[in-house]
């Protein structure tokens, strides 16, 4: 599997309270600090980024926003700038699927999202992924290039260590997860539009995370497949336990 590192995001969404939060930071950094062969990011609610920052500074987990605003300040209530978390997190997840269909966010609010987070020194994991529907209707390759063609629409080179998370909507928080061998189609899928816009080289050197009902038995099917660098864990990462189990599992289906 050509030298990409893979990685493992852990999105807590809006999930525990501050001491929870803290709780499960100690145990992920017991069990996960130092852990080779893999790159581990924690994106914890806004409101505990700074506990999670100070929880895991100085270890090898990474902190991770699960949404950011496009404008470095201004008259925005209740949104928290991309460029205010710049010292606080390494990561900024973009386009995540709940984004954009419970809270409504277009392919332009996700490609002027992205634009901000390349601009800062922030690395992007971009969501991209189709509907039940749009999957059974034969349109998933059509749905796919649209998110990314928007995404990329203002982008002329992919940064090294770019990353995508493929997270079809109809396997998130459904444990429908994709079978391994429909995972593995639909990323190399991706993988072959990233070639089709940045060359050869650029889509070999991308990180494609699988996202959807990922859980500690099904994570090594998923892992194992040429083109899948990683997950991209919901509801399985709130448990020490069995986000620490996945974790090694990837670095393990890496080596
Ligand atoms: P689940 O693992 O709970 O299905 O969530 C996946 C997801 O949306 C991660 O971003």
């Not at 996700?110 to 901000?116: C, P, S, Y």
Request: glycine share 12%.
């Amino acid at each position: 599997m050509a030298t990409r590192t893979p990685i493992v995001g852990g999105n807590w969404k809006m999930h525990l309270d501050r001491a929870g939060a803290r709780d499960l930071l100690r145990e992920l950094r017991g069990q996960l600090d130092g852990l080779a062969g893999v790159e581990v990011v924690i994106f914890p609610p806004a409101a505990w980024l700074g506990d999670a920052a100070d929880a895991l500074e100085g270890s090898t987990l990474r902190v991770g926003a699960q949404n950011a605003y496009w404008l470095p300040h201004g008259a925005y209530t209740g949104e928290v700038g991309a460029a205010m978390l710049v010292g606080t997190a390494d990561y900024v997840l973009v386009g995540h699927s709940e984004r954009r269909h419970v809270f409504g966010e277009s392919d332009e609010d996700t490609a002027r999202k992205l634009d901000a987070v390349l601009g800062l020194a922030l690395q992007p994991i971009l969501a991209v992924g189709e509907q039940q529907e749009e999957r059974e209707g034969g349109r998933t390759a059509e749905v796919l290039r649209r998110q990314l063609d928007a995404a990329f629409a203002d982008i002329d080179r992919l940064p090294e260590g770019f990353t995508i998370a493929y997270e079809p909507v109809w396997a998130i928080g459904t444990g429908l997860t994709a079978t391994p061998e429909i995972a593995q189609a639909t990323v190399a899928e991706i993988r072959r539009m990233v070639a089709d816009r940045f060359g050869a080289a650029s889509a070999e050197a991308c990180r494609i995370q699988y996202g959807g009902s990922v859980n500690a038995g099904n994570v090594a099917d998923l892992a194992s497949q040429p083109d899948i660098d990683g997950a991209l864990v919901g509801g399985a990462s709130l448990d020490a336990e069995a986000f620490a189990t996945i974790c090694r599992a990837v670095a393990a289906a890496a080596e």
